[in-house]
């Protein structure tokens, strides 16, 4: 977490608009809410996001929405990363939850998919 607070290019920017935060409270926890709202404000180009709820509510409201798989995979691809799967293999053990077949199209998109650590 060190690195994410001193990294020059992250900025911390808190939302202005409370009363777009609280309407998003009725169906999101804080942070969705707080994500989604500030995405409005910024008019921003692209929201990371990933709990299903918040990417439906984003959407209907016009929102770009991408969440951490894609955004690994569009890094492989730009070549910012060398591979997705120890990245994704990582965010796993510290308790981030992916579905086998999101798991299997993330890394078959990134050109990373090995049928064999799948079959029976």
């Known amino acids: 977490m060190a690195e994410v607070e001193t990294a ?3 900025q911390v920017i808190n939302v202005q608009n409370q009363n777009v935060v609280e309407s998003f409270r009725e169906q999101l926890d804080r942070g969705e809410s707080e994500a989604i709202a500030l995405g409005m ?3 921003a180009d692209l929201l990371v996001i990933d709990e299903a709820r918040g990417r439906q509510v984003a959407q209907t409201i016009g929102l770009n929405i991408i969440g951490t798989v894609g955004t690994l995979i569009k ?3 730009r070549g910012l990363i060398p591979a997705v799967t ?19 199209t ?11 650590r799948f079959s029976d």
Do not use: C, S, T, V
């Not at 510290?94 to 077949?101: A, L, V």
């Not at 993330?106 to 064999?116: M, P, W």
């Open 8 to 10: 020059p290019w992250i």
């Open 41 to 43: 404000e910024l008019e």
């Open 75 to 77: 890094a492989k691809q």
């Open 86 to 104: 120890p990245l994704l293999d990582e965010l796993i053990i510290k308790g981030f939850r992916i579905n086998i077949q999101l798991y299997q």
């Open 106 to 116: 993330a890394l078959q998109r990134a050109g990373e998919l090995d049928n064999e």
